[in-house]
């Protein structure tokens, strides 16, 4: 079965500094019609860094949408210019943490929600890390810290860590052996 | 170090089906005053739904924000009146799959997105498994296979399939050992 949903009409609803939403409407297989909110943004990165004695980078940041503090592996938005996602991966770590890593390795791409978010995940593993000083974005508030593989694959399975790239990044490098 | 961002105003952008957009102006911990986009999303649910051939269920759906085909676990929004979350997975796991499970558990929270994306998933493990007629939303055409479980995992740490709740659903549930 052909299952695609083609583009009828587009309406811009807005255009941000992240996100830009709009609504379609768009014919099913079926032929009959039915509208799409999509929320699209630029994709981002997410470092699982492992240091030598096998603790990963994790920062505490206040996330608006949910009104608390979130534990995450470091990450951040792709921005015009970075080519690759590598190199994105490289100056998050970078900022964030202020480590540079030796060595690099794709963990995959990620979809964080298929329905109405329009977001592409790199997931990364970084090792053999060196260290400055950390120089995140003005408006970047986050606290640091550096926490053994194992502790973290436990709070991941139990779910008192829960945000999605962190889960699926320590599971797969965790599954791959690392 | 309080992280918390206050909101000092908040302009609603769309209230859609599914979707609500609002920029708002908010001040950081240093007082200064930043902007933050937020889509607003209902939250869901996953299913990781395993048959007694230890067969996984997947969903092959048109996801239109991405324009392919993207193979998930069963999943679906939350509804006004679901209450529990599980009583939105026992529905969606009935309606893509004709399943109706005895044995639930949950398998955690995931964030999709913390940035930008206020959607939390709910995701369960069903179990012991009885079949009627599935009975999708009416504009909801998806095509459905059952998956060994140990295949499924390879796709998962592989990178072949790379949505989110899957990734997070069945690597847990393996590291549970179930």
């Known amino acids: 079965m052909d299952l695609t949903e083609r583009t ?6 807005y255009n941000g ?8 409407q768009v ?7 039915a509208s799409r909110e999509v929320a699209d943004h630029p994709g981002g990165v997410g470092i699982l860094a492992l240091d030598d004695q096998r603790r990963v980078a994790l ?8 009104s608390r503090v979130v534990t995450e592996i470091p990450a951040g938005k792709l921005e015009i210019g970075d080519g690759d996602p590598l190199a994105a991966a490289k100056r998050e ?28 995940l790199y997931l990364y593993l970084a090792r053999e890390l060196s260290f400055e000083a950390p120089a995140p974005d003005e408006d970047e ?11 973290l694959l436990q709070r991941c ?3 008192a860590l829960c945000d999605a790239k962190t889960v699926a990044a320590v599971l797969k490098a965790v599954y791959l052996g690392i």
Chains 1, 2 share one sequence.
């Not at 009828?8 to 609803?13: K, L």
């Not at 508030?141 to 502790?151: G, N």
Request: charged content about 25%.
């Open 8 to 13: 009828i009409s587009r309406r811009d609803v």
């Open 157 to 159: 399975v139990s779910g």
């Open 27 to 33: 014919s099913l297989p079926n032929g009959a019609v």
């Open 59 to 66: 920062v505490r940041q206040y996330r608006y949408a949910f």
């Open 93 to 120: 770590l970078r900022e964030e943490m202020g480590a540079t890593a030796r060595s690099w390795q794709s963990l995959g791409e990620l979809i964080p929600s298929p329905g109405c978010y329009g977001e592409t």
């Open 141 to 151: 508030f986050l606290e640091r810290e550096w926490v053994p593989l194992e502790e």
């Open 17 to 24: 500094r992240i996100l830009r939403l709009h609504v379609d």
